[in-house]
C-alpha cells in the first residue's frame, strides 16, 4: 500500500502580518528619528515576510521568523543610537551589514537557542535579500 500523498498547504494571506509590521517602528522607537528610519527597516522587511509566506512554511514557523525579525530590527536601531552616524546609511545597506556574515546581531539576555533562532532567520533574510 502506498502511502498518500500530502495535502499542499494553504498558503495564508500575508495581510495580518504585514498590519502587524506597521507598528515596529513605534515600538522600537527612542527618538523620534528611530521612527522614520524604522519604517525604512520595515519597507525592506515585508517583501521577505511575503516571501516565507509563499514557501508555505507552517503558520508557527512563519512567525517565529517574525519575531524574530522584529528582534533584528530592534537591534539595529540600538546599534543607531549607539553610533549616530549609522543614521546616514540607508536601511537597506544596514540591513544587509547587519547580516551580512548570515547570523543576527548577539541580543544581550538571549539564551544560545533564541540567538540560533535569530541566526537562522538572518541567514534566510540574507540570502533573500542578495537575491533581489
Not at 527612542?30 to 525592506?44: H, P, Y
Not at 512554511?57 to 553610533?83: C, F, K, M, S, Y
Request: no cysteine; charged share 25%.
Amino acid at each position: 500500500m502506498s502511502p498518500s500523498p500530502k495535502k499542499p498547504r494553504r498558503i495564508a494571506s500575508p495581510q495580518p502580518l504585514l498590519v502587524l509590521m506597521e507598528r515596529w517602528p513605534e515600538s522600537w522607537a527612542g527618538v523620534a528619528d528611530d521612527k522614520r528610519f524604522g519604517a525604512g527597516l520595515v519597507t525592506e522587511l515585508q517583501p521577505f515576510v511575503i516571501h516565507l509566506q509563499t514557501l508555505g512554511l507552517a503558520p508557527r514557523t512563519v512567525r517565529q521568523h517574525l519575531d524574530n525579525l522584529w528582534v533584528i530590527g530592534g537591534e539595529i536601531i540600538r546599534q543607531l543610537n549607539d553610533e549616530p552616524a549609522l543614521r546616514k546609511v540607508k536601511p537597506r545597506r544596514l540591513l544587509l551589514d547587519t547580516v551580512a556574515d548570515g547570523g543576527a546581531p548577539m541580543v544581550t539576555g538571549a539564551s544560545e537557542d533564541e540567538q540560533m533562532s535569530f541566526d537562522a532567520t538572518a541567514l534566510r533574510l540574507l540570502r533573500f535579500l542578495i537575491s533581489r
